[in-house]
């Protein structure tokens, strides 16, 4: 990990960027595997975040039996996504980047 850092530091350039311009050109494949992790790890996340964000929800609006019904709360996809997006949503409304 910080050997990452420090080739993205270096570049200032994403990973696949980063390989080419220090000379490493058939490099691409692992570049994009690390891009594709990223991404991957983002999702899975965001789904959690999306259980926490509804549960907290759920818990304010005094749905106490939540807890009891976890599990058919959390295979509720479509509800979940929305508490997903949410959550992301008022994510970037609070620490915008720049």
């Not at 570049?11 to 058939?26: D, Y």
């Not at 991957?40 to 759920?58: M, R």
């Not at 304010?60 to 949503?89: C, H, K, P, W």
């Amino acid at each position: 990990m910080i050997t990452e850092i420090a080739i993205g530091r270096k570049t200032q350039l994403n990973p696949v960027g980063a390989f080419k311009k220090l000379g490493f050109k058939n490099w691409k494949a692992p570049g994009l595997l690390g891009i594709a992790s990223g991404i991957l790890i983002l999702s899975f996340y965001n789904v959690v975040a999306g259980w926490a964000f509804g549960y907290f929800l759920e818990m304010i609006s005094a749905n106490f039996s939540i807890g009891e019904n976890f599990g058919t709360f959390t295979q509720d996809v479509i509800r979940i996504g929305l508490y997903g997006i949410v959550f992301m949503g008022l994510l970037h409304s609070l620490f915008p980047k720049g």
